[in-house]
């Protein structure tokens, strides 16, 4: 079973510049969850969308968005990007909303946004 | 709001002696946690869960944990330490409700010498 998978695994751009990170969920789970890991900062949860819906969202500016499609893949979009902004940023994916409680989250290996 | 405390940044420990990992939470409701491990340049990975039951939580590797809710605490323990346990160890909870979050805590950095 193929896991969650990320692209670009590296991305370097410019303050200003617009980033579009994607994200494919393991087949079956149509949650998927966007976090952005800063140093040291720990996790922060920024976007959570299933079933094509976003559920919840974290303490980010308005720059931070992103969607889901209907094969329940997302992108996260970060506009007029700061150098702060230079984390990794990791997806993850669960079932549904509706029974994701207490099913673990399953992670991809993230991609490393660097700003400069 | 839920919060995950792990005191420590950083647990030494020398192969083949057990190795604790602490962690702390505030929920209002009955919680569930999770452990996972993070590996240089790679996601996180699952290692075990408690979401009612039995408060000694088997899961992957040999690790284990132990829920306690009168000290609201959710330790990770290894019998026997390897090398290759060196990690960053991330300690989460959530309420149990559909859209609740997972909060994480800052992660501990565990270091296993030889």
């Known amino acids: 079973e193929a896991g969650v998978t990320q692209s670009p695994t590296h991305l370097i751009k410019t303050r200003g510049q617009q980033a579009t990170l994607r994200c494919s969920p393991i087949s079956g789970h149509t949650s998927v969850y966007w976090y952005q890991q800063a140093l040291g900062l720990g996790l922060q949860f920024l976007l959570w969308y299933d079933e094509g819906e976003e559920r919840n969202r974290g303490n980010f500016p308005p720059r931070f968005s992103g969607r889901q499609f209907p094969n329940y893949s997302s992108e996260l979009n970060v506009n007029a990007l700061e150098l702060e902004d230079s984390a990794l940023y990791l997806c993850a994916s669960s079932w549904r909303a509706g029974t994701t409680s207490n099913q673990p989250q399953h992670f991809g290996d993230g991609t490393r946004l660097s700003i400069l | 709001a839920q919060s995950v405390a792990q005191p420590e940044d950083q647990v030494n420990v020398a192969e083949g002696n057990p190795l604790t990992v602490k962690c702390t939470y505030s929920v209002s409701g009955n919680p569930y946690l999770f452990w996972y491990v993070q590996y240089p340049n790679r996601g996180l990975q699952f290692l075990l869960k408690y979401i009612t039951g039995d408060n000694l939580v088997k899961g992957s590797y040999g690790f284990e944990a132990e829920f306690n809710k009168s000290q609201t605490s959710f330790h990770l323990k290894k019998p026997s330490a390897l090398v290759s346990d060196s990690a960053l160890y991330f300690c989460?909870?959530?309420?149990?409700?559909?859209?609740?979050?997972?909060?994480f805590g800052k992660g501990t950095m565990l270091l296993v010498s030889p």
């Open positions: 989460a909870v959530r309420v149990g409700s559909g859209y609740s979050t997972l909060t």
